[in-house]
């Protein structure tokens, strides 16, 4: 620290100079969250996320919903990573809990939209072009694509639908139970009763409110976004590997956390007989067709491990 | 704006010639105070470095006064809160000046949670000739002591203390984003993400809340406070941004809550311009009123709009700071450089106006000829008195010489606190943990 001068005369600073010695004794911490973009060098690919580069996808404008599915996924680990951040940034929390509800509206416009135009051409009814692009269509950088490419997005997008609300209320609650003294008198109402909302979603896709009497719990909202992630992440990852190494005696969840098992694999000992139930529905509505560019990830499987064993 | 500037820089990190820097001497607020005299700094450590201007003496004339350090001290320590588990950082969020009544100077300086009031004064004579106290401050045995004399003052070096003088806690649930000395000079606000209170600087022990935005269900949360500043004149008048892109200007004549506006402040969205990240990069990360106090200028992610407070329906002025940065919005989204908050400034005579960007380039925008400038703060380029050389930025094709292209640009590099020198031509720019003060040069 230079020691002061002022204009006139010599001055001696008050200000202690152990600050000087403390500093070398410190250990340099370089600011890790900032990584460069695009400076040839090549970036670490997140570890909690399978996703492929940004940059890659930037340059191939045509999918419109592949990008959409992109920032969606970016969104929500950034919301699950955001829990663990010292300082609780609520400003870019909310920012980012406004990009998710704003593409979560356009995928249930979308498909309700579909939905519609599907259920009048199986009524044999010529009616020429129901589909409407949805008002608010929204670009990364260039313009929309057509429909047909993110018929896929629609079966688990509307499943996830409720799900992703429910987690980024019970995000934003929890933000006021931690942050504020006063939290909002309101009931919640649509918690995270997640594994209903999933079984729910399995016979149904286009659906109602879902009215759950479960308090909120900060537990279940982690395990609640975990569900969305997992209904599109998770594909073909067997059960065993996933539970081999947690006592589930300690976990006291009754929510699936995991992604479906491939169909007729059986359910290992010890797991709770709910979570079973919530496998095989999971199975089904995943099965209709998750978004086959986003594959299984290892490391996924170690961030959900964490998140299991430290709860 | 052709701009000649003399150079010279003031490094406080410690670690001066690495690359990287301690996170503490990370800059986080650089304010100049009412007469341009002083210059403050804040850091994450939570200390605060304040600058003098040196007088302008016959001998050295090519010298225009440079600044040298004039008093440090540790403003905020860190602070555990024990009821919701949260720790509560020590970084100097603003610093703000007061003007200037007697030989003391006093700023406010704020973190997350607390603002206090700070009293800088020199101390250049102390007393002599104690009669219980011996001259190294040992009380004295009274049974010694035969005769009486009178203390007297005798100079002694220049001693620079900084004593607080309030603390002003308490008032904040969310983390303070903004402090603004109100025209009366007898109160102030202080912003946090949804909520702005008034204080008297006298008072610490109660504030008044005269803007709340927080939903009665946090579920229904969709917009934060981001700045809030008083007009310059007007002690009535403030106004508040918001993460939607929008500015409130609200007069505190109306009611005692302010949470209805006076006026709002907002431009209709572009929608050729449409994305994803549209309200993002909307969200506004400053507003400062013009010193006129006729206009005021807001900062979002790529653009600095002037606004006359006649208008309310669109901007007078948009000012591109790096549009090539649109097309890499998805990128800058995952690496949350889209979250970066910049500051603008206006010159003193709300002609020029500056603001900050990646790669330690900053801009510069002439109001009056519509010329702009993109300068660059770093060590490399920069010796002391060279005169700075404006950068460009392709965006693709063809690089030409001396161009820097997107893809280099170097986004842990960014400034995001300037300050310009309230009458002369002194602008200071925080680089990371560095700090650069550039001058016109004079000849």
Known sequence: MAIGRAGRGKAVSTYCDDRHIIKTNNCVRVNQQVSMVGKGVKRKRHADGGLDSCQNLADCPESYSLKRQLVLNTSLNKMQNGRALPELSLRRTVLIANTLRQIQEEIRLESSQLASAMALDSGCSELGSQRDVPPSRLTTESHPAGFGDGLEDFTSASDEDHSLSSAINSILRDLDIIVDESPSPSIPQDNLGLPEAMDTAAEDWNKEEIQSTEPSRPLESVFGSFEIMSSSYLVGVTLDDLFLDIDTSVCDCDVATVGPAPSGRAVPPGVADDLAKTFTSCNSSSSLGASPTLRTDLNDLDHIMEILVSS | ?443
Request: proline letters at 3%.
């Open chain 2, 1 to 443: 704006m052709e701009e000649e500037i003399d150079t010279r820089k003031i490094n406080n990190s410690f670690l001066r010639d690495h690359n990287y820097a301690t996170e503490a001497d990370i800059i986080s607020t650089v304010e100049f105070n009412n007469t341009g005299e002083l210059l403050a700094t804040g850091d994450k450590g939570g200390r605060v470095v304040i600058f003098q201007r040196e007088q302008e003496s016959k001998n050295q004339s090519h010298r225009r006064g440079e600044y040298n350090v004039y008093s440090t001290f540790q403003s905020h320590e860190p602070e555990f809160d024990y009821l919701k588990s949260l720790e509560i950082e020590e970084k100097i969020n603003k610093i703000r000046w007061l003007p200037q009544q007697n030989a003391a100077y006093f700023l406010l300086s704020t973190n997350d949670k607390t603002v206090k009031l700070w009293k800088i004064s020199e101390r250049d004579k102390r007393p002599e000739g104690y009669n219980l106290k011996d001259e190294d401050g040992r009380i004295k045995d009274p049974s010694t002591i035969t005769t009486l004399r009178v203390p007297v003052l005798r100079p002694m070096d220049l001693m620079v203390e900084a004593s607080p003088r309030r603390v002003f806690a308490n008032a904040h649930t969310y983390h303070i984003n903004s402090i603004s000395v109100n025209s009366d000079y007898e109160t102030y606000m202080s912003a946090d993400d949804l909520r702005i209170n008034l204080w008297h600087l006298e008072i610490t022990n109660r504030s008044f809340n005269i803007v709340d935005i927080k939903p009665a269900n946090m579920e229904e949360l969709t917009e934060v406070i981001t700045a809030a500043e008083f007009h310059p004149h007007q002690c009535n008048m403030f106004v508040y941004s918001s993460s939607k892109g929008t500015i409130r200007l609200c007069d505190m004549r109306a009611s005692a809550l302010c949470d209805k506006h006076s006026k709002l402040f907002e431009e209709p969205e572009d929608p050729s311009n449409r994305s994803f990240f549209s309200e993002i990069i909307s969200s506004i990360s400053d507003v400062k009123f013009s010193h006129s106090g006729r206009y005021m200028m807001t900062r979002d992610y790529l653009t600095v709009k002037v606004w006359d407070l006649n208008m309310e329906n669109r901007p007078i002025e948009t000012y591109q700071v790096h549009e090539y940065l649109r097309s890499k919005l998805c990128s800058l989204y995952e690496n949350d450089c889209i979250f970066d908050k910049f500051e603008c400034v206006w010159n003193g005579s709300d002609s020029v106006i500056m603001t900050g960007s990646y790669n330690n380039f900053f801009r510069m925008f002439d109001r009056n000829t519509k010329r702009d400038v993109t300068l660059e703060a770093s060590r490399e380029n920069s010796k002391p008195r060279a005169i700075l050389k404006p950068r460009k930025v392709c965006m693709g094709g063809k690089r030409k010489k001396d161009e820097i292209s997107v893809d280099s640009l170097d986004f842990s590099k960014k400034i995001l606190h300037t300050a310009w020198h309230p009458s002369e031509n002194i602008i200071a720019v925080a680089a990371t943990n560095n700090l650069y003060i550039f001058q016109d040069k004079v000849n």
